[in-house]
């Protein structure tokens, strides 16, 4: 059983948007390390933005000025909202959550298709 469940992944044309969501019954998400990774097809695994316990978001390079990560503190869900995809931004979506004992979650992935 996944400790984080994501949802919102699709499809889409390139230069439409969609937003992630993930959240977990037993993971605090919105007090924990968090981040986004996406594993796209021929590569492997990578971070696509994190925000810290303070709120300090980063972004990786393909990811900035088209995504934003938030955290909802009320709901327990943190969000990755995506513009302007593009077909290279095709691939599963993972949702990530670090303790401050260095406990680790992982979510099981949504899919996310743009099409050109």
């Known amino acids: 059983q996944e400790e984080l469940v994501e949802s919102g992944g699709g499809l889409v044309q390139a230069g439409g948007s969609l937003t992630l969501s993930c959240t977990g019954e037993?993971?605090?998400?919105?007090?924990?390390?968090m981040a986004w990774y996406r594993q796209v097809p021929g590569k492997e695994r990578e971070l696509v933005a994190s925000i810290r316990d303070g709120g300090t978001r980063h972004y990786s390079d393909f990811a900035k000025a088209r995504f934003t990560i938030s955290r909802d503190y009320v709901n327990n869900v943190m969000s990755l909202q995506m513009n302007n995809l593009k077909p290279e931004d095709t691939g599963i979506y993972y949702c990530?959550?670090?303790?401050?004992?260095?406990?680790?979650?992982w979510g099981q992935g949504t899919q996310v298709t743009v099409s050109s």
């Open positions: 990530y959550s670090r303790s401050p004992w260095n406990d680790q979650y």
């Open positions: 037993r993971v605090r998400v919105v007090s924990n390390a």
